[in-house]
């Protein structure tokens, strides 16, 4: 079982940054696969980025260049560095988590096993 805690949402001027953080409880964090996704007002949950356990990590095109996913094993914690802000970022983010994942199903909310409660972003024009 593995609890997830996100934090550092909130209010940020167009082009700003901001960095949320997803704690996650367990000790075997580190054996797994973490994804980010957003949802926006009255929108589906929008895949935003994901990371196996070894580290390979991908990203939405929408994000691509803007943001980086990284992750803090010894601190059982992950990062998600989100510059170039546009009002378009506006969503709640979830972190989320699942033993094993693949390419085809990365970005399938369903296919993970663990959620946050989620975090405001709100980014202002």
């Known amino acids: 079982q593995v609890q997830l805690v996100e934090s550092g949402g909130g209010l940020v001027q167009a082009g700003g940054s901001l960095r949320l953080s997803c704690a996650a409880s367990?000790?075997?964090?580190?054996?797994?696969?973490m994804g980010w996704f957003r949802q926006a007002p009255g929108k589906e949950r929008e895949f935003v980025s994901a990371m196996w356990s070894g580290g390979t990590t991908y990203y939405a095109d929408s994000v691509k260049g803007r943001f980086t996913f990284s992750r803090d094993n010894a601190k059982g914690t992950g990062y998600l560095q989100m510059n170039s802000l546009t009002p378009e970022d506006t969503a709640v983010y979830y972190c989320?988590?699942?033993?094993?994942?693949?390419?085809?199903?990365?970005?399938?909310?369903?296919?993970?096993?663990?959620w946050g409660q989620g975090t405001q972003v709100t980014v202002s024009s």
């Open positions: 989320a988590a699942r033993r094993t994942i693949t390419i085809r199903t990365m970005n399938t909310a369903r296919e993970y096993e663990f």
């Open positions: 367990g000790r075997t964090f580190s054996r797994y696969a």
